[in-house]
């Protein structure tokens, strides 16, 4: 599924998709579901979930600054605490707007 169109609306991420539907996700859902191995971990040859022990986030890490597009299959947003290397697909962000 493809999004048409995201905006960065008040303390949401608005996206239409491509079927007409329309989501509108929280930032502070949006950071929470960060997928970037700093955030949920990364998995060794072994299969074992190696994960930094969880630390509170600032008021900061769910100010959207801007947000880029990555390819034609996801965006990838700039928090105002620095945190900017978690790439959203458009099918994760389905599914996090689904939650």
């Known amino acids: 599924?493809?999004?048409?169109?995201?905006?960065?609306?008040?303390?949401?991420?608005?996206?239409r998709w491509e079927d007409g539907s329309e989501s509108f996700i929280p930032l502070e859902r949006l950071r929470r579901c960060c997928p970037c191995a700093g955030c949920q971990g990364e998995v060794d040859i072994l299969g074992q979930l190696h994960k930094a022990p969880d630390k509170p986030l600032a008021p900061t890490a769910f100010e959207l600054k801007r947000?880029?597009?990555?390819?034609?299959?996801a965006i990838q947003p700039f928090w105002a605490d620095g945190h900017n290397s978690g790439i959203f697909s458009f099918e994760y962000l389905r599914g996090v707007a689904a939650t």
């Open 1 to 15: 599924m493809r999004a048409t169109d995201i905006q960065h609306v008040g303390n949401e991420l608005a996206i």
């Open 67 to 73: 947000f880029v597009a990555v390819g034609g299959y």
